[in-house]
Every structure is written in structure tokens, then in C-alpha cells.
């Protein structure tokens, strides 16, 4: 082994952070395995030593943009102070936020097409994250009636197929993002109270 590889105290954390490099400039799927060794400064076989292949590496980067994820969206949901629906509203930000600001995490999470059945430590990162999402969704359908309250897990999908959806069109902090004539924020916000609204949840319903 080259004693190049002996520069980085951790050469595990140096190939993440090569890899969040390269995503930014070049997207998930712009670079090889080589190359993120490369640029981190070690030879071609160093990342052999954590990572079985690329994918693995893309899978570790993923997993740990999740867990920033569920912190983020954890602090914003704050247990659902002062109110749901306040705290809610923050979530959406909060989503939109990290979108822009860990653009390459974001990438990697969602862009990279790594197998979920293959990398259980990537899927229960997800599933965590959508854990915030849900509990935030069974705060607002115990406003309504027991007969009409959609499943939550349903809801918690809804909201985070069109917050992705706003993220990723609107809200990216890359060349990729598309012009929008308003805040990428205020068009959530807009969609998700249509959203309630159809479900009859006024935004301050008592």
C-alpha cells in the first residue's frame, strides 16, 4: 500500500467526502470508483479497504444524508409545537432547505438508484426519516373525526411525494433547478393546504 493513503487519518471519511465532492460537480452517476479515489488522494484499490464497489460507497453516502435528514426534519417537527400545523409548515421548509443547502447528500438519497433490498441500512435510514414525516401526518388527523381520518402513512407519502417534487424541480441548489415565479417554499405551502383542504382540515382547524 502507498503511503499516500496514510496522509488521511480516516480514509473512509476522506472517500465520503470525495464522493459529496464529485456529486456536486458531476451528479450520482458522473463519476467512477477510480475517480473518487483519486480524489481523495489514494490509490485505486485504497477504497477497497470499506467499500465493496462503487454502489456501496454511493449507499454509505446516502445513509448518512438520511440521517442528517430525520435530524433536520426532527428539530423542525419539534414534536409538533406550538401546534401541529405551525410545526408542520416547518417541516415543509425544513424539507426545501436541505434540499438546496446538502444538494449533493439529497442527490445521493434519491438520484443514485442504489437497490434498497441489498442495503438494509440504507432502507431503514429512509424508513426513519419517513417515521418523522408520519407521526407529523397522525398529529393532524387527530383533528378529524375517527371516521374520516385518512391512514397516516398515506398522508406521510402524499406530503413527501410533493415536497420531493417541489425539491427537485424548484427547490435544488444545483444548475438543475427550475425558474419558478414565487418561493419554492410557497409553492408547498400552497399545495400542501390544498392538500388538507381536501381532506377538510382547515389550516388552524380547532
Known sequence: MSRRSYHHGNLKEALIRAALDLIAQHGPAGFTFAEAARTAGVSPAAPYRHFRDRDEL?????????????????????????????????????????????????????????????NPDLAAAGDRTLAVLKQAAEAICARLPPERRPPPLMMALHVWSLSHGVASLFGRGDAARRKLPMAAEDLLEAGVLVYLQGLGLGARTP
Not at 435528514?69 to 419539534?78: D, G, I, Q
Not at 414534536?79 to 444538494?103: H, K, N, V
Not at 443514485?112 to 441489498?118: A, I, Y
Open 58 to 118: 454511493m449507499a454509505d453516502v446516502a445513509r448518512r444524508g438520511f440521517a442528517r435528514f430525520e435530524a433536520v426534519l426532527e428539530l423542525a417537527w419539534s414534536q409538533g409545537r406550538p401546534d401541529p400545523f405551525t410545526a408542520f409548515e416547518r417541516i415543509g421548509r425544513a424539507y426545501l432547505a436541505f434540499a438546496r443547502d446538502e444538494s449533493a447528500y439529497y442527490s445521493a438519497m434519491f438520484e443514485t438508484g442504489v437497490p434498497l433490498d441489498v
